[in-house]
């Protein structure tokens, strides 16, 4: 979808896709599958006990049990099953803003009601705007029940929530009566300079569920599996969620990702390496032909949030819309930038509030790649007039 969504004269650096080949190590895990015919249901704990393993030697997190860890088709779906078990229709889920775009669709199209609590503007969590949105969403009836979506890393803006912040959550959370949900796909993509916390390894955090999967990290968004992972105190809930539910992920998938997390640390360690690179190229990149966008250097991920209001579009031209929309939706630079200089970006409008005048840049790519994108957007703001 990455490189065949636009003709093939534009740069896609969009779609949270990287260009990489896939690690031996599950290549080879799913040609033997192939070789031995099985390609029937998925079976057995294995992916959760590789899960497991992965977050000892990675994190030190040696928290996690079997019992607590179930099987879910993808995170998103496993986000929306998981809300099922915590809250009701109409309920509130809140979520940080600008974030991931599907957080809207996904929760308002079950029936619950999405409620911003916006990023400062140093792009980290504001615990007191945090707090506040707390306090009036269990203020405002219906079933009392209240879920806190987190994205961790987060995404779009590559922030990695340390370990005092996500304490700082749980205690939020535990006094009034939130249960925290964290979407962690990209758990094992954090660059030099910053530590991947898991939420369920805090404090207070024992009601709390975590999404985990090896999507990001491994490339593997075309062969699907995740795992839902549940505090000590969330075990009961996750117990209720429909054995259905664990049907939908791919044996092929659980293959995978079970490869992955098992064996695929040193393709990961030189994945790293080269999205590190890649961020600092960016930066250069963007002094050199973009100098007067804002941007703040990722800390995770693989995802550099561009804050290009400085480029001065009309309003006509999209970069006042805000609001959630579809993930394809284009607006303001985005758009100018596909239709001018061929690159295709996320637009920052279906991030929700604080995102329009932004877009999403996606640096998991070619160096080559990557300077030739940045140069045509460089030129394109250039020629519309934009450059300070």
């Known amino acids: 979808m990455k490189w065949r969504a636009h003709p093939a004269d534009v740069l896609p650096l969009w779609v949270a896709e990287m260009d990489v080949l896939l690690a031996q190590p599950i290549a080879d895990a799913l040609h033997e599958a192939i070789a031995d015919g099985d390609t029937g249901y998925p079976a057995g704990t294995a992916f ?29 779906t496993g986000a929306v099953q998981v809300l099922r078990l915590v809250t009701d229709p109409g309920d509130p889920v809140i979520v940080n803003s600008p974030v991931y775009a ?28 945090l707090e506040e949105t707390f306090r009036r969403a269990r203020g405002r009836g ?25 304490t700082a959550v749980a205690e939020l959370a535990r006094r009034y009566g939130v249960r925290v949900v964290a979407d962690e796909i990209h758990a094992p993509v954090v660059l030099p300079g910053a530590r991947f916390t898991p939420y369920l390894s805090v404090p207070g955090a024992e009601d709390a569920f975590s999404l985990m999967s090896a999507t990001k990290a491994w490339n593997l968004a075309g062969i699907k599996a995740a795992l839902a992972v549940a505090g000590p105190a969330a075990a009961g809930d996750l117990r209720r969620m429909p054995e259905e539910v664990h049907h939908g992920a791919s044996h092929l998938g659980v293959i995978a990702h079970t490869a992955a997390f098992r ?92 995102g ?5 840049l996606n640096l998991a790519t070619s160096q080559a790649v990557l300077t030739e994108a940045v140069t045509r957007m460089g030129r394109a703001a250039g020629e519309w007039g934009g450059r300070p």
Not at 148 to 164: F, K
Request: glycine share 12%.
């Open 48 to 76: 959760a006990e590789s899960l497991i393993g992965f977050a000892s030697r990675r994190w030190n997190w040696d928290g996690l049990d079997v019992e607590r860890v179930a099987l879910i088709p993808d995170v998103m």
């Open 102 to 129: 599907p957080f809207y669709a996904f929760v308002e199209h079950d029936g619950r009601r999405v409620v911003e609590a916006p990023l400062g503007q140093d792009l980290r969590l504001d615990l007191g705007r």
């Open 142 to 166: 219906g079933s009392g029940k209240v879920a806190y979506l987190i994205s961790n890393p987060h995404n779009p803006t590559g922030t990695v929530h340390t370990v005092e912040e996500l």
């Open 263 to 354: 064996h695929g640390d040193a393709w990961l360690d030189a994945l790293l390496t080269g999205l590190d690179a890649n961020r600092e190229l960016l930066g250069r990149l963007l002094a050199e032909h973009l100098p007067g966008i804002g941007h703040t250097r990722p800390e995770g991920t693989y995802l550099a949030w561009l804050d290009c209001r400085p480029l001065g579009l009309a309003p006509e031209q999209g970069a006042g819309e805000t609001g959630p929309a579809v993930v394809t939706d284009l607006a303001g630079p985005a758009k100018l930038f596909l239709d001018r200089a061929r690159v295709a970006l996320s637009s920052g409008h279906i991030f929700g509030t604080g």
């Open 356 to 360: 329009a005048g932004h877009v999403r």
